[in-house]
């Protein structure tokens, strides 16, 4: 929660459990909330320790770190196309269908 004070997403008064967005959820993305939050933001990892004498281990940090940035990047376009707003829709419909 802290974090999203922070990133200005949400808003409250210490001592009140009662926080509130600083925006229209349509207006706020996945994205966003993502980038936000205080963690790792790499969605995949390269084993550091690869033989570097081998074809596959010498290379294969390079490669995968091309290769894995292109998806992150591929990840986080699609994070910026999801707002908030529709995150809660799918979620109250899924209540609804119970």
């Given amino acids: 929660m802290s974090d999203l004070k922070k990133s200005n ?3 409250g008064r210490q ?3 009662k926080p509130t ?3 229209n959820p349509a207006e706020i ?3 966003d909330i993502y980038q936000a939050i205080n ?3 790499h969605f995949l990892h390269v084993d550091p320790e690869t033989n ?5 281990g010498g290379n294969i940090q390079e490669v995968l770190g091309e290769v894995y ?4 990047q591929s990840a986080q376009q699609k ?3 999801i707002s908030l707003q529709e995150v809660v829709n799918q979620i109250l419909q899924k209540n609804k269908d119970k």
């Fill in 79 to 81: 994070m910026k196309e």
């Fill in 21 to 23: 967005l600083t925006r």
């Fill in 9 to 11: 997403i949400i808003t």
């Fill in 39 to 41: 963690i790792n933001h």
């Fill in 69 to 72: 940035s292109q998806i992150e």
């Fill in 15 to 17: 001592g009140l459990a």
């Fill in 29 to 31: 993305s996945i994205f």
């Fill in 52 to 56: 570097p004498k081998c074809i596959v």
